[in-house]
Protein backbone atom coordinates (compact mmCIF):
# COMPACT_ATOMS: atom_id res chain seq x y z
CA UNK A 1 0.00 0.00 0.00
CA UNK A 2 0.58 3.62 -0.76
CA UNK A 3 1.91 5.92 2.32
CA UNK A 4 -1.27 7.59 0.64
CA UNK A 5 -3.10 4.36 0.94
CA UNK A 6 -2.63 4.12 4.68
CA UNK A 7 -4.33 7.44 5.67
CA UNK A 8 -7.94 7.53 6.25
CA UNK A 9 -10.30 8.28 3.66
CA UNK A 10 -11.59 11.71 5.40
CA UNK A 11 -7.96 12.23 5.33
CA UNK A 12 -7.39 11.59 1.95
CA UNK A 13 -10.35 13.18 1.09
CA UNK A 14 -9.52 16.50 2.93
CA UNK A 15 -9.16 19.85 1.49
CA UNK A 16 -7.26 21.48 4.63
CA UNK A 17 -8.68 25.21 5.36
CA UNK A 18 -7.16 27.93 2.77
CA UNK A 19 -5.97 30.00 5.82
CA UNK A 20 -5.24 33.61 4.61
CA UNK A 21 -1.64 32.52 5.06
CA UNK A 22 -1.50 29.29 3.45
CA UNK A 23 -2.58 30.88 -0.08
CA UNK A 24 0.39 32.98 0.36
CA UNK A 25 0.98 36.29 -2.09
CA UNK A 26 3.78 38.90 -2.03
CA UNK A 27 2.39 41.93 -0.75
CA UNK A 28 2.94 44.99 1.39
CA UNK A 29 -0.54 45.21 2.46
CA UNK A 30 -2.32 42.34 4.06
CA UNK A 31 -5.99 42.53 4.63
CA UNK A 32 -7.15 39.16 4.01
CA UNK A 33 -6.72 37.58 7.67
CA UNK A 34 -8.81 40.07 9.61
CA UNK A 35 -5.46 40.62 12.03
CA UNK A 36 -4.77 44.29 14.37
CA UNK A 37 -1.99 45.82 11.57
CA UNK A 38 0.19 46.79 13.92
CA UNK A 39 2.22 44.41 16.82
CA UNK A 40 1.82 44.67 20.52
CA UNK A 41 5.15 44.28 22.37
CA UNK A 42 5.21 42.26 25.57
CA UNK A 43 7.91 41.57 27.78
CA UNK A 44 8.32 37.83 28.91
CA UNK A 45 8.00 37.54 33.17
CA UNK A 46 8.13 33.34 33.03
CA UNK A 47 11.63 32.28 32.71
CA UNK A 48 10.80 28.31 34.08
CA UNK A 49 10.87 26.77 30.78
CA UNK A 50 12.54 23.49 32.26
CA UNK A 51 9.22 22.82 34.07
CA UNK A 52 5.85 21.73 31.99
CA UNK A 53 3.39 24.73 31.77
CA UNK A 54 -0.09 24.31 33.51
CA UNK A 55 -2.87 22.96 31.50
CA UNK A 56 -5.24 25.82 32.37
CA UNK A 57 -2.43 28.67 33.37
CA UNK A 58 -4.57 30.41 36.24
CA UNK A 59 -4.29 33.85 36.07
CA UNK A 60 -5.09 33.39 32.26
CA UNK A 61 -8.10 31.64 33.21
CA UNK A 62 -8.92 34.27 36.05
CA UNK A 63 -8.12 37.09 34.22
CA UNK A 64 -10.60 35.85 31.62
CA UNK A 65 -13.64 34.70 33.45
CA UNK A 66 -13.19 38.65 35.11
CA UNK A 67 -13.12 40.34 31.77
CA UNK A 68 -15.93 38.15 30.75
CA UNK A 69 -18.23 38.19 33.61
CA UNK A 70 -17.90 34.68 34.24
CA UNK A 71 -16.88 31.88 36.83
CA UNK A 72 -13.05 30.64 36.15
CA UNK A 73 -14.65 27.14 35.96
CA UNK A 74 -16.90 28.10 32.79
CA UNK A 75 -13.75 29.08 31.14
CA UNK A 76 -11.18 27.01 28.98
CA UNK A 77 -8.38 28.02 27.04
CA UNK A 78 -6.73 26.59 24.18
CA UNK A 79 -4.97 27.20 21.06
CA UNK A 80 -6.62 29.41 19.41
CA UNK A 81 -9.89 29.71 18.98
CA UNK A 82 -9.79 27.00 15.91
CA UNK A 83 -8.87 24.13 18.32
CA UNK A 84 -12.33 25.51 20.75
CA UNK A 85 -14.08 24.22 17.34
CA UNK A 86 -12.25 21.15 16.94
CA UNK A 87 -11.99 20.00 20.92
CA UNK A 88 -16.38 20.45 20.32
CA UNK A 89 -16.51 17.78 17.58
CA UNK A 90 -14.21 15.62 19.55
CA UNK A 91 -16.18 15.74 22.96
CA UNK A 92 -19.77 15.64 21.66
CA UNK A 93 -19.91 13.52 17.68
CA UNK A 94 -19.54 10.38 17.26
CA UNK A 95 -18.12 9.63 13.67
CA UNK A 96 -20.32 7.86 11.22
CA UNK A 97 -23.57 8.84 13.74
CA UNK A 98 -23.82 12.47 14.88
CA UNK A 99 -23.54 15.46 12.54
CA UNK A 100 -23.03 19.40 13.43
CA UNK A 101 -24.65 21.82 11.64
CA UNK A 102 -23.77 25.46 10.35
CA UNK A 103 -25.29 27.96 7.91
CA UNK A 104 -23.24 29.44 4.96
CA UNK A 105 -22.14 32.60 3.56
CA UNK A 106 -19.96 31.85 7.14
CA UNK A 107 -16.52 30.53 8.77
CA UNK A 108 -14.29 27.64 6.98
CA UNK A 109 -12.65 26.06 9.93
CA UNK A 110 -16.30 24.20 10.85
CA UNK A 111 -16.24 22.15 7.95
CA UNK A 112 -12.52 21.10 7.94
CA UNK A 113 -12.68 20.36 11.55
CA UNK A 114 -16.07 17.97 10.79
CA UNK A 115 -14.05 16.52 7.93
CA UNK A 116 -10.91 15.65 9.72
CA UNK A 117 -12.76 13.69 12.69
CA UNK A 118 -15.00 12.13 10.12
CA UNK A 119 -18.18 13.98 11.29
CA UNK A 120 -21.02 14.83 9.16
CA UNK A 121 -21.49 18.21 8.29
CA UNK A 122 -24.91 19.82 7.24
CA UNK A 123 -25.40 23.44 5.91
CA UNK A 124 -28.42 25.31 6.31
CA UNK A 125 -28.22 28.36 3.74
CA UNK A 126 -28.34 31.56 5.39
CA UNK A 127 -31.61 33.71 4.42
CA UNK A 128 -31.29 36.71 1.90
CA UNK A 129 -30.10 39.21 5.02
CA UNK A 130 -27.79 36.53 6.06
CA UNK A 131 -30.19 35.55 9.19
CA UNK A 132 -30.24 32.22 10.29
CA UNK A 133 -33.22 30.08 8.42
CA UNK A 134 -34.81 28.70 11.61
CA UNK A 135 -37.34 26.42 10.36
CA UNK A 136 -34.67 24.89 7.75
CA UNK A 137 -32.61 24.52 10.70
CA UNK A 138 -35.92 22.69 12.82
CA UNK A 139 -36.15 20.63 9.48
CA UNK A 140 -32.66 19.53 9.25
CA UNK A 141 -31.82 19.10 13.25
CA UNK A 142 -31.86 15.23 13.15
CA UNK A 143 -28.60 13.58 14.74
CA UNK A 144 -26.89 17.31 14.98
CA UNK A 145 -25.32 17.41 18.22
CA UNK A 146 -23.45 20.82 17.48
CA UNK A 147 -24.94 23.87 15.96
CA UNK A 148 -22.33 26.43 14.64
CA UNK A 149 -23.39 30.45 14.58
CA UNK A 150 -20.71 32.82 14.02
CA UNK A 151 -21.93 36.35 15.07
CA UNK A 152 -20.80 39.04 13.96
CA UNK A 153 -20.68 36.77 10.95
CA UNK A 154 -17.48 36.23 9.12
CA UNK A 155 -17.36 37.25 6.27
CA UNK A 156 -20.41 39.06 6.03
CA UNK A 157 -19.81 41.13 9.09
CA UNK A 158 -23.27 41.30 10.71
CA UNK A 159 -24.67 40.42 14.26
CA UNK A 160 -27.16 36.80 14.19
CA UNK A 161 -30.47 38.49 15.95
CA UNK A 162 -30.56 37.55 19.51
CA UNK A 163 -34.08 36.66 19.24
CA UNK A 164 -33.43 34.07 16.90
CA UNK A 165 -30.51 32.85 19.02
CA UNK A 166 -33.74 32.45 21.73
CA UNK A 167 -35.40 30.18 19.44
CA UNK A 168 -32.30 28.02 18.42
CA UNK A 169 -31.58 27.72 21.57
CA UNK A 170 -35.25 26.40 23.06
CA UNK A 171 -35.58 24.29 20.18
CA UNK A 172 -31.93 22.49 20.61
CA UNK A 173 -32.70 22.47 24.44
CA UNK A 174 -31.47 18.86 25.64
CA UNK A 175 -30.30 17.35 21.84
CA UNK A 176 -27.35 19.68 20.18
CA UNK A 177 -24.89 22.26 21.68
CA UNK A 178 -25.14 25.76 20.15
CA UNK A 179 -22.28 27.72 19.37
CA UNK A 180 -21.86 31.56 19.18
CA UNK A 181 -18.67 32.28 17.61
CA UNK A 182 -17.87 35.71 19.05
CA UNK A 183 -14.25 35.81 17.30
CA UNK A 184 -14.92 39.85 16.32
CA UNK A 185 -17.47 40.51 19.63
CA UNK A 186 -15.06 43.40 21.00
CA UNK A 187 -15.72 44.90 17.75
CA UNK A 188 -19.43 44.96 19.00
CA UNK A 189 -19.48 43.97 22.90
CA UNK A 190 -23.23 44.74 23.38
CA UNK A 191 -23.83 41.49 20.94
CA UNK A 192 -22.24 39.20 23.46
CA UNK A 193 -24.13 35.92 24.59
CA UNK A 194 -21.99 35.16 27.38
CA UNK A 195 -24.81 36.56 29.86
CA UNK A 196 -27.19 34.07 28.49
CA UNK A 197 -24.74 31.15 29.92
CA UNK A 198 -26.14 30.28 33.47
CA UNK A 199 -29.72 30.31 31.42
CA UNK A 200 -29.07 27.88 28.98
CA UNK A 201 -26.74 24.90 29.29
CA UNK A 202 -26.60 23.94 25.67
CA UNK A 203 -25.22 27.47 24.56
CA UNK A 204 -21.28 28.16 24.17
CA UNK A 205 -19.59 30.65 23.37
CA UNK A 206 -16.21 30.55 21.54
CA UNK A 207 -13.31 33.96 21.67
CA UNK A 208 -9.83 34.74 20.89
CA UNK A 209 -7.00 36.90 21.23
CA UNK A 210 -6.13 36.63 17.53
CA UNK A 211 -8.60 39.71 16.40
CA UNK A 212 -9.23 42.66 19.02
CA UNK A 213 -6.55 41.87 21.32
CA UNK A 214 -4.38 41.94 18.06
CA UNK A 215 -2.61 38.51 19.34
CA UNK A 216 -3.14 35.99 15.71
CA UNK A 217 0.46 34.85 16.16
CA UNK A 218 0.07 33.59 19.77
CA UNK A 219 -2.31 31.50 19.08
CA UNK A 220 -4.94 31.33 22.13
CA UNK A 221 -8.50 31.21 22.15
CA UNK A 222 -11.61 30.62 24.76
CA UNK A 223 -14.36 28.51 24.91
CA UNK A 224 -16.89 30.03 27.40
CA UNK A 225 -19.97 27.44 28.59
CA UNK A 226 -21.69 25.97 31.55
CA UNK A 227 -19.42 24.14 33.88
CA UNK A 228 -20.80 20.61 32.53
CA UNK A 229 -19.53 21.40 29.21
CA UNK A 230 -16.17 22.28 30.04
CA UNK A 231 -15.64 19.70 32.57
CA UNK A 232 -16.32 17.70 29.48
CA UNK A 233 -13.74 19.32 26.96
CA UNK A 234 -10.82 19.32 29.80
CA UNK A 235 -11.25 15.16 28.95
CA UNK A 236 -10.10 15.61 25.62
CA UNK A 237 -7.98 18.43 25.44
CA UNK A 238 -4.19 17.65 25.33
CA UNK A 239 -2.57 17.72 28.23
CA UNK A 240 -0.52 20.88 27.72
CA UNK A 241 -2.32 22.96 25.46
CA UNK A 242 -0.24 26.08 26.13
CA UNK A 243 3.57 26.53 26.31
CA UNK A 244 4.62 28.75 28.77
CA UNK A 245 5.66 32.19 26.98
CA UNK A 246 2.26 31.76 25.35
CA UNK A 247 0.58 31.68 28.68
CA UNK A 248 2.79 34.57 30.32
CA UNK A 249 1.34 36.85 27.11
CA UNK A 250 -2.59 36.04 27.34
CA UNK A 251 -2.09 36.79 31.12
CA UNK A 252 -0.65 40.03 30.35
CA UNK A 253 -3.03 40.96 27.62
CA UNK A 254 -5.86 40.03 29.58
CA UNK A 255 -4.76 42.59 32.61
CA UNK A 256 -6.47 45.95 33.73
CA UNK A 257 -4.65 47.63 31.28
CA UNK A 258 -3.96 44.73 28.50
CA UNK A 259 -7.83 45.42 28.30
CA UNK A 260 -7.74 49.08 28.05
CA UNK A 261 -5.23 49.39 25.45
CA UNK A 262 -7.53 47.02 23.34
CA UNK A 263 -9.97 48.89 23.36
CA UNK A 264 -8.40 52.04 22.84
CA UNK A 265 -7.23 49.56 19.50
CA UNK A 266 -11.21 48.78 18.59
CA UNK A 267 -11.97 52.98 18.86
CA UNK A 268 -9.48 53.46 16.37
CA UNK A 269 -10.21 50.44 14.23
CA UNK A 270 -13.89 51.42 14.27
CA UNK A 271 -12.87 55.02 13.22
CA UNK A 272 -10.76 53.90 10.32
CA UNK A 273 -13.59 51.59 9.01
CA UNK A 274 -15.88 54.76 8.68
CA UNK A 275 -13.70 56.42 6.80
CA UNK A 276 -12.79 53.04 4.58
CA UNK A 277 -16.34 52.68 3.82
CA UNK A 278 -17.59 56.19 3.08
CA UNK A 279 -14.37 56.04 0.50
CA UNK A 280 -15.16 53.00 -0.77
CA UNK A 281 -19.23 53.94 -1.62
CA UNK A 282 -17.92 56.94 -4.11
CA UNK A 283 -15.53 54.48 -5.92
CA UNK A 284 -16.96 52.97 -10.13
CA UNK A 285 -15.97 49.00 -9.57
CA UNK A 286 -17.63 49.13 -6.32
CA UNK A 287 -21.46 47.91 -6.29
CA UNK A 288 -21.96 47.39 -2.82
CA UNK A 289 -20.40 48.07 0.53
CA UNK A 290 -22.06 46.16 3.72
CA UNK A 291 -22.47 47.43 7.19
CA UNK A 292 -20.32 45.59 9.62
CA UNK A 293 -20.48 45.19 13.52
CA UNK A 294 -16.69 43.90 12.79
CA UNK A 295 -12.43 44.81 11.52
CA UNK A 296 -13.76 44.40 8.17
CA UNK A 297 -15.81 44.56 5.63
CA UNK A 298 -17.61 42.97 2.87
CA UNK A 299 -17.57 44.66 -0.82
CA UNK A 300 -19.36 43.70 -4.10
CA UNK A 301 -17.51 44.58 -7.03
CA UNK A 302 -17.78 44.84 -10.74
CA UNK A 303 -15.44 42.02 -12.37
CA UNK A 304 -14.68 40.91 -8.46
CA UNK A 305 -11.95 38.71 -9.38
CA UNK A 306 -9.87 40.81 -12.03
CA UNK A 307 -9.92 43.43 -9.23
CA UNK A 308 -8.23 40.94 -6.66
CA UNK A 309 -6.07 39.93 -9.26
CA UNK A 310 -4.90 43.25 -10.62
CA UNK A 311 -4.70 44.43 -6.16
CA UNK A 312 -2.53 41.37 -5.31
CA UNK A 313 -0.45 42.05 -8.63
CA UNK A 314 0.10 45.84 -6.51
CA UNK A 315 0.84 43.66 -3.49
CA UNK A 316 -2.73 44.51 -2.03
CA UNK A 317 -3.75 41.17 -0.73
CA UNK A 318 -7.61 40.99 0.27
CA UNK A 319 -10.14 37.89 0.41
CA UNK A 320 -11.92 36.78 -2.72
CA UNK A 321 -15.32 35.62 -1.03
CA UNK A 322 -16.42 34.78 -4.57
CA UNK A 323 -16.93 31.30 -4.22
CA UNK A 324 -19.52 30.97 -0.76
CA UNK A 325 -23.15 30.61 -1.56
CA UNK A 326 -24.79 33.97 -2.19
CA UNK A 327 -21.71 35.93 -2.42
CA UNK A 328 -20.24 36.05 -5.75
CA UNK A 329 -18.14 38.94 -6.67
CA UNK A 330 -17.88 39.74 -3.35
CA UNK A 331 -14.51 40.51 -1.42
CA UNK A 332 -13.45 40.83 2.11
CA UNK A 333 -11.40 43.59 3.13
CA UNK A 334 -9.61 43.91 6.74
CA UNK A 335 -9.36 46.99 8.05
CA UNK A 336 -6.04 48.25 9.15
CA UNK A 337 -3.68 51.63 9.06
CA UNK A 338 -4.73 55.27 7.34
CA UNK A 339 -1.95 54.10 5.16
CA UNK A 340 -3.38 50.71 4.00
CA UNK A 341 -6.83 52.10 3.12
CA UNK A 342 -5.55 54.80 1.34
CA UNK A 343 -3.90 52.06 -1.13
CA UNK A 344 -7.00 49.97 -1.47
CA UNK A 345 -8.69 52.69 -2.15
CA UNK A 346 -6.51 54.64 -4.40
CA UNK A 347 -5.73 50.76 -5.97
CA UNK A 348 -9.64 50.80 -6.52
CA UNK A 349 -10.30 54.02 -8.13
CA UNK A 350 -7.64 53.49 -10.81
CA UNK A 351 -9.46 50.25 -11.81
CA UNK A 352 -11.53 50.76 -15.01
CA UNK A 353 -15.34 49.30 -15.09
C1 LIG B 1 -10.27 34.21 13.28
C2 LIG B 1 -11.45 33.37 13.60
C3 LIG B 1 -11.37 32.27 14.46
C4 LIG B 1 -10.06 31.68 14.88
O1 LIG B 1 -9.47 32.27 15.88
P1 LIG B 1 -8.06 31.72 16.40
O2 LIG B 1 -8.17 32.01 17.86
O3 LIG B 1 -7.03 32.53 15.72
O4 LIG B 1 -7.98 30.26 16.13
C5 LIG B 1 -12.53 31.60 14.81
N1 LIG B 1 -13.71 31.97 14.30
C6 LIG B 1 -13.81 32.99 13.44
C7 LIG B 1 -15.14 33.36 12.92
C8 LIG B 1 -12.69 33.71 13.05
O5 LIG B 1 -12.80 34.68 12.16
Known amino acids: ?205 LRTLSKAFALAGLRCGFTLASEDVIALLMKVIAPYPLSTPVADIAAQALSPLGINAMRDRVAQILEERQYLITQLRDIACVEQVFDSETNYILVRLTASSAVFKSLWDQGIILRDQNKQPSLSGCLRITIGTRDESQRVIDALRAEKV
Open 1 to 205: MSIEELARKNVRDLTPYQSARRLGGKGDVWLNANEFPTAVSFDLSQQTLNRYPECQPKAVIENYAQYAGLKPEQVLVSRGADEGIELLIRAFCEPGKDAILFCPPTYGMYSVSAETFGVEYRTVPALQNWQLDLQAIADKLDGVKVVYVCSPNNPTGQIINPQDFRVLLEMTRGKALVVADEAYIEFCPQATLTGWIAEYPNLVV
